[in-house]
């Protein structure tokens, strides 16, 4: 036990490495850091403790911030253990004190943003110094908004127009993978991150406002060759008809994509999205990678989920369904009668199913084991038929996945009335 008047120089290099490691994992990263700075051998021997602090990066897109990752890029030992840059910040913090920015006519930051001192920094930290630095988080939390009364309708354009936002972080993030050839291996924009849907509502400019993304990003062989090695996409979006087509670009751009998960909103364009991918995946000259494939929150029809799931049936392993609306019970069961097509298939989840006929709830199965049951937290709804003590979503994970499957098509009731029965 050391004094408390003992330097920690002379004590702390006489622990046990794992005693040493425990150590630090009480330690506030400020305090950790402080410590490193007593002697010599403590700043060896917490060095791998106080880097992995670092694998992911949390920024608000300051000025501040983004000189505090420069320097921690300029650590090789600190900058190869960072991977992930997260922005979740909410605005007005979002880019604060970031110099001489300008929009232009046409909605994006104008100019050459990269052109900026920090920007170009944080350009050449990605390329040159932070080596597995190749997966970007933005996952934006609402803030302070626009003006609830505006007096003049230029006040709203105004903020609209000259407030940093989330999709200006994407912009610049994009830009910097077009300018480099960036191989980008994780990209996740939209819901999800610490915060509920609700939270996304109160943001104060749409998500994936087209106007303030790059012009003829798909057109740079910079941004497709630095694309083409995306293996995650995490995309949840209000679908709009501007950017409608920039969305689907961004899957189909995407051949290497193993993991992808869709969050569109509860509505027609969100079925006709899933429709117009489904079949441009079938035109594709090689069928998707998807080894992962999770639906959130989004409308769909049966026969698009299964022309889906056929594209990617070779390599495709998990299967995530929660807050869909639009699905029968057809799919389960073709996906039942057909699964040897689906040979890697070890991982289903289904919670929270709105079929035509209402939402679905699951019988519980005779044999339960291996199954995980969610029941339904929100109380009895008599004007849906749904009980409190009913079953509402259902997961499996295992070797047996037929047996899964035929258990889950007995089990799949529409609380309108309706059952899926026996494929």
């Not at 995650?232 to 709009?240: A, S, V, W, Y």
């Amino acid at each position: 036990m050391l004094k408390p008047d003992t330097d920690p120089g002379r004590g702390l290099p006489q622990l046990p490495l794992e005693l040493m490691e425990r150590v630090c994992e009480t330690l506030a990263t400020r305090d950790l850091a402080a410590l490193r700075g007593s002697c010599r051998q403590v700043h060896h021997l917490t060095h791998h403790c106080f880097a992995q602090r670092y694998g992911e990066y949390h920024t608000d897109f300051s000025e501040r911030s983004l000189r505090h990752l420069h320097a921690l890029a300029q650590n090789p030992g600190v900058g190869r253990h960072i991977r992930s840059l997260v922005v979740l910040s909410p605005e007005p913090r979002l880019g604060k004190d970031l110099q001489a920015l300008r929009w232009a006519a046409a909605g994006q930051l104008a100019g050459d943003s990269l052109t900026m001192p920090s920007l170009r920094t944080l350009r050449d930290d990605l390329v040159r110094r932070l080596p597995h630095c190749r997966s970007f988080v933005v996952s934006p939390i609402g803030g302070a908004g626009p003006p609830e009364h505006p007096q003049d309708p230029q006040d709203l354009q105004d903020h609209q127009q000259c407030t940093f936002n989330p999709d200006d972080v994407v912009s610049i993030l994009w830009e910097i993978v077009a300018d480099a050839a960036l191989p980008v291996q994780r990209f996740w924009y939209g819901q999800g991150l610490n915060y509920s849907s609700s939270a996304c509502s109160a943001c104060s400019s749409p998500l994936l406002d087209i106007a303030r993304l790059p012009k003829g990003l798909f057109r740079s062989p910079g941004f497709r060759a630095g694309w083409a090695a995306l293996q995650n996409l995490h995309l949840e979006q209000t679908l709009t008809p501007h950017n409608y087509a920039f969305c689907l670009d961004l899957i189909l751009h995407a051949p290497a994509l193993r993991k992808l998960h869709l969050g569109l909103g509860h509505t027609p364009i969100a079925a006709e999205f899933v429709a117009d991918l489904s079949r441009a995946l079938t035109l594709a000259p090689h069928p998707p990678t998807w080894e992962r494939l999770s639906l959130a929150g989004t409308t769909l029809h049966a026969d698009d989920l299964l022309r889906l799931l056929h594209q990617s049936r070779a390599r495709l392993q998990t299967l995530w369904l929660r807050d869909v609306s639009g699905l029968d019970a057809s799919w389960l069961a073709a996906l039942h009668r057909h699964r040897r097509q689906f040979p890697r298939l070890a991982a289903l989840a289904l919670r929270d199913i709105r079929s035509p006929s209402g939402l679905v709830r699951f019988g519980l199965p005779p044999g339960a084991a291996g199954f995980q049951l969610q029941p339904n937290e929100q109380g009895a709804v008599p004007a849906i038929g749904l009980g409190a003590s009913d079953i509402i979503g259902m997961a499996y994970g295992g070797s047996e996945m037929d047996r899964a499957l035929e258990t889950l098509v007995q089990v799949w009731t529409e609380c309108g009335g309706g059952t899926g029965g026996l494929a």
